[in-house]
């Protein structure tokens, strides 16, 4: 399984030519794709209307949703912690997110930069298509 993050679902949304459309096709159909709670309602919040909402949660419906861990929210405090001891000040659901990733020993797709100081007090993989 690939832990997707938003910003690869977006991309492949809102742009036709996108070099992740394949490989996330590809994965969505293996049903190697997969998702946290998190990731899914931060797809479908940003919908711009109910039609879209409704339009894109029936897209959504096949790709699985990852189970929290049980020591979620005290990971994230711990790291967000260690985090601001190193300088940085990451937000708590990109936190979360790579928590979910290495509880799951899923790797993480994402392209944003913000996952790169995190990496370093949280040891999950990362996924480079």
């Not at 159909?29 to 899914?40: P, T, V, Y």
């Amino acid at each position: 399984m690939i832990l997707v993050d938003t910003n690869i679902w977006i991309d492949a949304l809102k742009n036709p030519t996108s070099s992740v459309i394949a490989p996330l096709s590809a994965f969505v159909l293996d049903k190697q794709a997969c998702m946290n709670g998190i990731i899914r309602a931060e797809l479908l919040s940003g919908a711009r209307s109910e039609s879209e909402y409704r339009f894109l949660e029936g897209r959504l419906v096949s790709v699985p949703v990852l189970a929290a861990p049980e020591t979620l929210w005290d990971d994230v405090a711990w790291a967000r912690f260690r985090l601001a001891r190193l300088g940085f000040q990451e937000g708590l659901m990109d936190i979360a997110i790579a928590c979910y990733a290495r509880h799951h020993h899923a790797p993480l797709w994402t392209s944003d930069k913000q996952f790169t100081p995190i990496h370093k007090v949280i040891p999950f993989k990362r996924f480079y298509p």
